[in-house]
């Protein structure tokens, strides 16, 4: 007796997750390299005590929190186990088999996934040139089926974001009936004031929702903790479809005690993006093209050289995260595992013309 499952899913493509090799340095998953703050993991450690009961389902103390620093109701927050869960969410809360969610590519790869998991149609629109969204295409290829629409500010992989007014056009102009998310995962390491914040935008539209998380700038990766800000009646619809008790309790905890040293953690990104800085500019100085970054990572267009880059790379013990035929994505780390990377850049034969080793 066989069990039968959806035949679609074998069509599915699977997460590919950085790798993790012991004794390397991994710049493959946009991590914060050095972790939680004393606080938090101390929060962290006396929640550690009640974990035989459930966790507060709505996860009220944070949503009251998340609620007054944004200045909006409650009752526009909803919390997940990472924001790509809350995509997921978002995708359920909007799309039936009949509907379809818009996209650019490349862009954050669980788009695709979510969309074919919850069973919904999509439609992607290459990058420009220049590894940006293009959102008049992206106007464009909206259909009377498209009902929800994410763009990936600053985007991941290329890191490149959308200025202020190129999204107003375009959220002015998306038909009655299509939502916009906002994904902003990388929000915190935003430093072109052209480039705007999302929250912005949302308090003046009925047609945007803004998702951001906990697992990069805040350093909670591992825990899993994203939020939303949306209309009443969409966060509504996506808490509806939230798995119970998916946010943990020592989630919470840390998300909460994050909260209370954000001036802290708002440094260390200062730090992160001055970084980033540096490495863009050594890249280019090598004859690599980079194109800007807004995000704490950098992005190499180096296209079917993606590959035999990364394999180079990781003969210099650095774990990368390559997009086979696109290019290859660093994140940056702390100085030390930052200049490792970079000589291991400069020792590339391709870089000055040369084949590939």
């Given at each position: 007796?066989t ?5 679609d ?10 790798r993790?090799?012991?004794g390397a340095?991994k710049?493959?998953?946009n991590e914060?390299?050095?972790?939680p703050l004393?606080?938090?993991v ?20 944070l ?9 909006v ?5 909803s919390?997940g186990?990472g924001?790509?869960?809350l995509c ?11 509907d379809e969610?818009l996209?650019a590519?490349?862009s954050f ?6 969309t074919?998991?919850v ?5 992607t ?16 290829a909206i ?12 985007n ?5 974001a ?19 998310a906002l994904?902003?995962?990388y929000r ?9 914040d ?12 803004v ?23 969409v966060?509504?619809s996506?808490?509806k ?5 998916s ?12 909260l209370?040293v954000?001036?802290?953690m708002?440094?260390r990104c200062r ?7 540096r490495?863009?500019?050594e890249?280019?100085?090598?004859g690599?093209?980079v ?15 993606a590959v035999?880059?990364?394999?180079h790379?990781l003969?210099h013990k650095?774990?990368?995260r ?10 940056i780390?702390?100085p030390?595992?930052n ?9 590339w034969p391709?870089?000055?013309?040369q084949?590939?080793m």
């Open positions: 007796m069990a039968r499952t959806r035949a899913l074998e069509s599915l493509p699977g997460y590919i997750p950085g993790s090799i012991p340095v710049l493959a998953s914060m390299s050095a972790g004393p606080s938090v101390a929060a962290i450690r006396d929640a550690a005590a009640g974990v035989n009961r459930y966790p507060d389902n709505g996860a009220g103390a949503v009251d929190r998340l609620a007054a620093r944004l200045d109701p409650p009752s526009h927050i919390v186990a924001s790509v869960a997921q969410q978002l995708v359920q809360a909007t799309c039936t088999p009949t969610v996209f590519w490349r790869e669980a788009y695709p996934i979510i074919q998991v069973g919904a149609g999509q439609r629109v290459p990058l420009r040139s220049d590894h940006s969204h293009d959102l008049d295409g992206m106007l464009n259909t009377p089926v498209t009902r929800l629409v994410f763009v990936c500010n600053p991941n992989p290329t890191g490149t959308v200025r202020r007014d190129e999204l107003v056009a375009f959220l002015d102009a998306v038909p009655d009936g299509v939502l916009v994904d902003e995962a915190e390491f935003v430093t072109d004031p052209a480039v705007p999302g929250m912005e935008l949302y308090r003046h539209r009925d047609n945007v929702v998702l951001r998380t906990f697992s990069k700038a805040y350093g909670l990766a591992g825990l899993r903790v994203g939020y939303c800000a949306a209309p009443e009646p966060a509504a996506v808490n479809v939230f798995v119970p008790f946010l943990n309790s020592l989630a919470q905890a840390a998300a909460l005690a994050s209370d954000e001036d802290e708002l440094a730090a992160v993006t001055a970084e980033r800085d490495v863009t500019t890249l280019l100085a090598m690599y093209p194109p800007r970054s807004h995000a704490n990572f950098v992005w190499l267009p180096l296209g079917e050289q035999v880059f990364n394999e790379c003969g650095i774990v990368i390559p997009f086979p035929g696109d290019g290859a994505r660093i994140t780390g702390d030390a595992e200049e490792a990377f970079l000589t291991a850049a400069r020792g391709a870089r000055r013309g084949p590939p």
